[in-house]
């Protein structure tokens, strides 16, 4: 049951908040690449700083597309965790929907007291959001709950940012965050968009009928 949806178009942001009341969830879902705007944020190579003054950063697109909607989100989920005090908080997206809905979860749980005991994050064919200090600092707080579902053969999995003049590179059997066995067992030039579309055997829906098509 949708309590909530948001298009926003500066910055670019697509999502919803949902009730799930068979699996006793309140579901917070960032929609992926649906606009073509979104392809150019997704290309944003340039990185911020998480925290300010802080040496740790994460891809600029998606965390001024999160800090654009984060008010109106923790706003709404407070309401419906009193509301519905036993239910989970699940935080989820694919692609670009997959790295806000990480940087969501982060923000919320410090900003919402409790939320981490109550929270679980699911991601398909997320991007990388941000460097080695971040990654670090992510996994201390959250990487427990964390549930990142990559394809073997997704070209947008292994990709990263390398610098501030936009330089990207691919991380190929590089990673200690990554199964070698999975989406790093295959070679860059054999990966394929079709692969970063269908996940767990679902074709994405046709975006001339879904809701978030413009």
């Not at 949902?18 to 190579?45: K, N, P």
């Not at 929270?119 to 990142?148: C, E, K, M, S």
């Not at 059997?173 to 860059?188: I, K």
Request: with cysteine; net charge negative.
């Amino acid at each position: 049951m949708l309590n909530v949806t948001w298009h926003i178009d500066f910055p670019l942001s697509d999502g919803f908040v949902a009730l799930h009341h068979q699996d006793r969830e309140i579901v917070v879902s960032w929609a992926g690449t649906h606009r073509y705007r979104a392809l150019l944020m997704d290309m944003a190579f340039f990185t911020l700083p998480y925290i300010e003054g802080e040496s740790m950063n994460v891809h600029s697109g998606f965390l001024e597309s999160v800090r654009g909607m984060i008010g109106p989100v923790k706003q709404h989920l407070e309401v419906l965790m009193d509301e519905f005090p036993d239910y989970m908080v699940v935080v989820t997206g694919h692609s670009k929907g997959g790295a806000e809905a990480a940087l969501c979860a982060l923000d919320l749980v410090r900003q919402i007291s409790g939320l981490r005991q109550r929270l679980r994050v699911w991601t398909f064919g997320q991007p990388r959001v941000g460097d080695a200090a971040f990654a670090h600092y992510y996994n201390r707080i959250l990487g427990g709950i964390t549930f990142r579902v990559t394809g073997v053969a997704d070209p947008v999995v292994a990709l990263w940012i390398m610098n501030n003049d936009g330089d990207i590179y691919v991380a190929q059997n590089t990673t200690e965050c990554e199964d070698p066995a999975g989406s790093q067992s295959v070679p860059f030039f054999l990966r394929t968009i079709q692969s970063h579309k269908d996940y767990l055997g679902l074709p994405p829906p046709d975006h001339a009928d879904a809701e978030f098509s413009w």
